[in-house]
């Protein structure tokens, strides 16, 4: 059995539906092994970015590590920034890059780049495989390391010359990915500060959405009865008229939350990764904190460790809502939730004008609890991650650790085939629509139906928004556009374009109804 085979039946074993990617001459035979597996579809994709990023949200919305491929050379720089996404956004990803030969690795020779050094920094774990005797193990770690927190991105390099080896290997037996503990007296210690604390603030972070620990979660802010706040990539751990929900937080160093988090005496901060902002940003005044996440902290002056509960974070939060746990409700002052609220603009019901906050009212107001929505990165983003509030977690995507233009379309691709039942809406700028509009015609060709809401500006207003804020004026950021409709059109989809709200609901109930892509481009002035 030939090297490649032995490869895929090592992904059929990890539990492997698809793989996005692009195929070259160094990657003919893996292909040729996939196009016999009766599990794995292999989905041909226009871009390799578009691949990665596929991979990337199906992974987070599968739970399973999402794979995908490319060749060497460009096919493997075209990777990179949905490699670097993934890993940046704890997203599991295994990709698996054809190589030039061991021949000519050694020399100058065409397309030949060393990409376990150059995706290094940008992975978890980057590795090629020198023996086609240990392919097994090393595809087996791959996915381990892949999925155990936190997750991210690793590559494989297979060389063109191991790829057709004869090799008489099996599949390694899956086993779990261990789920550490913390020890019993440091969770009894961390309750005793909680319950000597006066004015506790809960953070959360999308750590608790990874860890399946939401009803653990949820129970324990039920007993202690504090305020809390999220970041961007946890919306939805709270209904919107929780009492001690106080929204979304880490957008800048001017967020309303942060007056309440100043009130507070202690922060117990559970699943958050440093990457959405980091604390001196939000714990100015240097709050003791209480640490539940599965990887240790990194302390610093505004992050001063009181308790530190390393482990599964699911495990850990059921331990502590088994122990007395003294409830401290307390509101911070200046009627600060009903603040947020109306900077969120989470009061108001309905707008007559197109706009961005009109827009996610009504997919509020016409979607079901299981609606997905993706947002693409852009000045739309701090609008979804604020004022778009999702019925359960998990159901924003939002790219937040690299933040890329660009996730969105190929993002929705990745989503709709993690969960086929689930309405998926992914919500992208002009800028960010173009950089991967080819992956139409992948969703097409997949027969997929979800719905791209694409806001035309023609520029890219959150840079212009930081120049005038900066600078006083700006530059570079005006550029024009095609007609979104009749581009999506020649792509054999459905292309609206309303002119009043009222017409864009109507265009929204259609577009969920069918079983096609329909693109709603939105015209905004300004």
């Known amino acids: 059995m030939k090297a490649t085979d032995v490869l895929v039946q090592c992904l059929e074993n990890e539990g492997v539906e698809y793989v996005f990617g692009m195929m070259g001459k160094e990657t003919l035979d893996l292909v040729d092994s996939l196009s016999r597996s009766k599990q794995i579809q292999f989905v041909n994709t226009r871009h390799e970015q578009g691949a990665a990023f596929m991979a990337e949200v199906y992974g987070r919305l599968s739970r399973k590590a999402g794979v995908c491929l490319a060749t060497l050379g460009p096919g493997a720089t075209n990777l990179l920034t949905g490699i670097a996404s993934a890993t940046l956004d704890f997203s599991p990803v295994v990709a698996f890059i054809g190589q030039a030969g061991f021949e000519r690795q050694h020399r100058e020779s065409h397309q030949y780049l060393d990409l376990v050094k150059i995706f290094a920094p940008a992975t978890k774990w980057s590795i090629q495989i020198k023996d086609s005797l240990t392919l097994t193990e090393v595809v087996h770690n791959a996915f381990r390391k892949a999925k155990m927190e936190k997750p991210g991105a690793v590559i494989v390099e297979l060389p063109e010359n191991l790829a057709a080896q004869e090799i008489n290997e099996d599949a390694i037996t899956i086993k779990p990915v261990p789920t550490p503990m913390s020890a019993k007296d440091e969770i009894i210690a961390a309750i005793a500060h909680i319950n000597n604390s006066q004015k506790p603030f809960i953070i959360i972070g999308n750590g608790v959405i990874r860890a399946e ?145 009109s827009i996610l009212k009504a997919i509020e107001r ?102 005038l804020q900066k600078l006083g004026n700006d530059y570079g950021t005006a550029f024009g556009n095609p007609d979104f409709v009749k581009l999506a059109e020649s792509f054999g989809i459905r292309g609206e374009r309303p002119t009043s709200m009222i017409e864009f609901e109507d265009m929204l109930d259609k577009a969920l109804a069918q079983n096609e892509c329909t693109l709603i481009e939105i015209k905004l002035e300004g």
């Open 213 to 357: 620990a939401v009803t653990e979660v949820q129970a324990f802010i039920d007993y202690l009865q504090a305020p809390v706040t999220y970041s961007m990539k946890a919306k939805g751990i709270l209904p919107k008229d929780h009492p001690s929900n106080y929204f979304t937080f880490g957008f800048s160093q001017q967020d309303e939350v942060l007056q309440g988090i100043e009130k507070a005496d202690l922060l117990i901060v559970i699943g958050y990764d440093f990457v959405e902002r980091l604390p001196k940003e939000w714990n100015k005044k240097k709050v003791p904190v209480i640490h539940i996440n599965a990887i240790s902290a990194e302390a610093d002056e505004y992050y001063p460790l009181q308790s530190e509960l390393v482990g599964d974070v699911k495990r850990v939060m059921q331990a502590m809502i088994e122990l007395e746990i003294m409830p401290k409700p307390w509101e911070p002052s200046g009627n600060l939730r009903e603040q947020i609220k109306q900077v969120y603009q989470l009061n108001e019901r309905s707008y007559s004008s197109l706009s961005i906050t």
């Open 366 to 467: 016409h979607t079901n609890e299981n609606t997905i929505v993706l947002s693409d990165v852009g000045s739309h983003k701090i609008s979804i991650a604020r004022t778009y509030q999702p019925k359960k977690p998990n159901k924003v995507i939002i790219s937040n650790g690299l933040a890329s233009m660009g996730i969105a379309i190929p993002g929705a691709i990745g989503a709709k085939l993690a969960c086929p039942a689930d309405p998926v809406i992914c919500i992208t700028g002009d800028g960010g629509a173009l950089i991967n509009l080819a992956e139409i015609e992948t969703a097409v060709r997949l027969g997929l139906s979800f719905v791209m809401i694409v806001l035309n500006d023609s520029k890219l207003k959150l840079e212009e928004q930081m120049m």
